[in-house]
C-alpha cells in the first residue's frame, strides 16, 4: 500500500530486479557532517596496522562525551559496513577514559568511510542455501591484557548474514588455541543457524 521500501531507520534500500542492495549514504554522509570531516582527505584502510592502540595512560583526554557519541555512530553504521566492524570494536574499548590517541584512531574510520560512502551490503535473489563459517583470530592482540580477539563471518550462498568480532573471554596460551576458541564460536553460530 505504502509502495517499495527505499528508507528505513537510516538504512537505504535498493530492490532490483536480481537482489537488493542495502547501505547507509546518507547517514555516512551525516556522519561527515557531524564531527566535521568533510573537508578532510580520505584514507585507503581504516587501521593503522602499524600502530596497537593501549589505554595510553600518559595521553592528553579528550571529551567522553562526544568521543562516545562518535563511537555510537559509528557502531550504528556496523548494520550495512562489515569491514569497519573490528576497527569500530577496538575503539570502543577506551570509552571510559578516550585520548587523543583513540579519538585519531576513530576519526581515521571515518576518513576511510569518506571514500567509501555508497557501500553496502549486496543480496542476489538467486543463491544457494548452502551455510558456511568462516573464522580468524589474532593472538594476544590486545596490549593492555594480553587477550585474543575473535571473528566470524557466515554466510549463505554468497550472502553474508551474520558476523561479529570480540574479545575473548580468557587469554589463550598459544595460537592454536586461541584459534580453537574462535572455530569453537563459529561452529555454534553455525548449529544455531541451521536450525
Not at 66 to 95: E, M, N, W
Not at 147 to 154: E, F, M, Q
Request: aromatic share 10%.
Amino acid at each position: 500500500m505504502m509502495g517499495e521500501l527505499t528508507f528505513f531507520l537510516g538504512l537505504q534500500f535498493k530492490q532490483l530486479n536480481d537482489g537488493t542492495f542495502i547501505s547507509q549514504t546518507k547517514y555516512t554522509k551525516d556522519l561527515m557532517k557531524k564531527f566535521g570531516m568533510e573537508e578532510k582527505s580520505s584514507v585507503e584502510i581504516p587501521m593503522n596496522t602499524s600502530v596497537k592502540m593501549d589505554m595510553d595512560v600518559d595521553g592528553k583526554a579528550v571529551d567522553q562525551t562526544r568521543y562516545r557519541s562518535l563511537i555510537g555512530s559509528l557502531l550504528y553504521l556496523t548494520a550495512s559496513r562489515p569491514d569497519i566492524t573490528f576497527k569500530v570494536g577496538v575503539c570502543a574499548r577506551f570509552q571510559s577514559a578516550p585520548k587523543e590517541s583513540h579519538m585519531t584512531a576513530t576519526k581515521r574510520i571515518l576518513r576511510y568511510l569518506k571514500g567509501c560512502q555508497e557501500v553496502g551490503l549486496w543480496y542476489p535473489k538467486e543463491e544457494g542455501f548452502k551455510l558456511v563459517g568462516y573464522s580468524d583470530s589474532n593472538s594476544s592482540g590486545c596490549r593492555d591484557d594480553r587477550k585474543s580477539t575473535s571473528g566470524t563471518c557466515l554466510m549463505l550462498g554468497n550472502i553474508l548474514v551474520s558476523w561479529f568480532n570480540n574479545k575473548q573471554n580468557s587469554i589463550a596460551i598459544s595460537t592454536a588455541e586461541a584459534e580453537y576458541i574462535t572455530v569453537g564460536s563459529c561452529c555454534a553460530q553455525v548449529l544455531w543457524m541451521g536450525q
